[in-house]
Each structure stands twice: as C-alpha cells, then as structure tokens.
C-alpha cells in the first residue's frame, strides 16, 4: 500500500462517524489474527459484557466465538440525553477485556483487532435475523448441535419472552 492510500485511509478511520439515537446495533470484532481465546478467556469477555449490560448499552444478545465476538445492543442515553457513542463503548469493553485477557494469560500485546464492523438494524424483522444468525453462529462452526448448548451465548430475556427467539441459551 502506498503512503498516500495508507495516510487517506488512517485520516478516515479517525473521521467521527455518525450514530443515530436509539437504534440496534450489530457489531462484530475480531481476535488478532492467528489469535484465538482460551475458554477462560471467552468466559471473561461474556462476564464482563453481562456486568456492563444496562450501563451504556442495553445487550440484547452476545455470542462470544473462539475468534471473533458478535453484539447485539441499544446504546443507552447519557445524563444529557445522548447516545453513547458505539467507539467508546467498543474501546471501553476492547480494552477493558484485552487486560484482563493479558493479566489471565500472564501475557501482554493487543488481543483485539482495531476494526469493528457495525452495522444498524432497520426493523423488526432484521433484528430477528441478527439474534438468530447470533444464535446459529456457534452451530454453523460445528461447535455444538443446538444454539442452547453453547456456553458463551446470551439473548436478552425480553427478546424471548416477545417470541424473537424460540429458547434461551444455557446461560440466561
């Protein structure tokens, strides 16, 4: 890549990006490469995920995989009526596990990529695909037979009792 494209693409990876208020969000994020988590270290990530849930973000469903993590939350309103902003609720939750990740494993270094790719639900119809392709994630991978005998999936209560998802995963 030359120095011009590198120096274009930095300068709009720190563009602020636009976020409308009270709307779903997909995220995905990524494991570095060749990275892979350990089961304590997916246990952490989903704890601290369930302890941050309700704080700047509502989750509606999470799914923590051996190298990449999938989201589904409403950020919530600060005191002053405005949405958290999705880059400092990813940075909060990125960093915060990437130490305690590090700490666990008696390593340092990034644990996570830098990119998240986000995406913003528009209905009520997306939103049941994006917590059921969460759900299947773990199924597609070959890692169980049924959504609900993964241990690092979670789906909001409410989604299940609204009938978004047929049942809850082991962990609810």
Known sequence: ???????????????????????DLF?????????SLSTPARDLVLDHCLREHGKRANLLAIVVMPDHVHLLLTPRRN??????PLVDIL?????????????LLHRSGP???????????RSDESLKEKC???????VRRGLVKMPEDYRWLWVNPS???CGYVASAPARV
């Open 159 to 161: 989604l299940i009792q």
């Open 111 to 121: 644990v996570w990529q830098d990119e998240s790719l986000d995406h913003v639900l």
């Open 91 to 103: 940075q909060c939750l990125k960093s915060t596990t990437a130490h305690r990740i590090n700490k």
């Open 132 to 138: 059921e392709y969460i759900r299947q994630n773990p």
């Open 79 to 84: 005191p002053h009526g405005w949405p958290y």
């Open 27 to 35: 995220v995905t994020f990524r494991a570095m490469k060749n990275g």
């Open 1 to 23: 890549m030359s120095s011009s494209i590198l120096t274009k693409y930095r300068y709009r990876r720190r563009l602020p990006h636009l976020q409308k208020a009270d709307c």
